[in-house]
């Protein structure tokens, strides 16, 4: 056998150990998480348990992920539950921290060990994949103190096995772009508020209408760094009149676009410099 199929029948190995009790699934409706959720419930169909997938409805994310969430859990078949939280005032990431993720995480999944003792489910288990292990991810370590599994990291699954294992199931996630907290839009040490991030999150919604695949806004005070794919800086140019201007009604003065193009967690490269970063 190859890695790959190798890696799948790992994977495979550990989901049915954990459904031989109920399960909750830590489900945003990313590609990561509608795999695990798939899963999941194939393996509890032979085991008989069941397979809980809840979402923490965070206001750090774009309003529409909720509704794409509960239409992607109906369609795989598990029972789909909202924990509802404002994390800016109750995760202590007001001012942005470098230690954001962490915080945050912690705090979400606490919910989520709060809503598993409820449905009396034994385990939660989240996506993190093989890939996010090798990059600024301070959440993960709130992961292992709180002991929230994490199946895909354990059996070696890149970003991109995910995609393809997902694509074999038919998951309409597996093309999905990611969708990262708007906060990550923000140098760490900003004051952050929802409205900033609401404001963001329209003028993304914006540039998305043009056909741009990935796209941020990175805010630096009144300046809107754009990042998009390289092959789309034409696109850009194309429509930089409308773009200007809509961005501008939002409230930002300079409108730039980042020539290194659209990198995930770009806000996270100072860190190497001043030795946060392990």
Known sequence: MNDYTNKKEHLGQIIQHYAKKDIVVAFSGGVDSCLLLKLSCEAAKETGRKVYGVTVQTKLHPAGEIEEAEKMCREIGAKHMVIQIDELKEAGILDNPVERCYLCKRYLFSKALEQAAILQAD????????????VYRPGIRALRELGIVSPL???????????????????????????PCLATRFPYGTALTYEKMRLVEKGEAYLKTFGFNNVRIRVHGNIARLEVDEGEFTKVMR??????????????????????GFRSGSMDTGLYTVGIFG
Not at 126 to 131: L, V
Request: no cysteine; proline share 2%; charged share 30%.
């Open 153 to 179: 990291a354990q059996a070696g699954i890149t970003k991109a096995e995910v995609r393809k294992m997902a694509a074999e199931w038919n998951l309409r996630a597996a093309g999905k772009p990611s969708v």
């Open 239 to 260: 429509y930089k009149s409308e773009i200007i201007s809509y961005l501008k009604e939002l409230g930002y003065v300079y409108i730039t676009l980042d020539l290194e």
């Open 123 to 134: 385990v939660v288990i989240e996506g993190t994949n093989e890939d996010d292990l090798h």
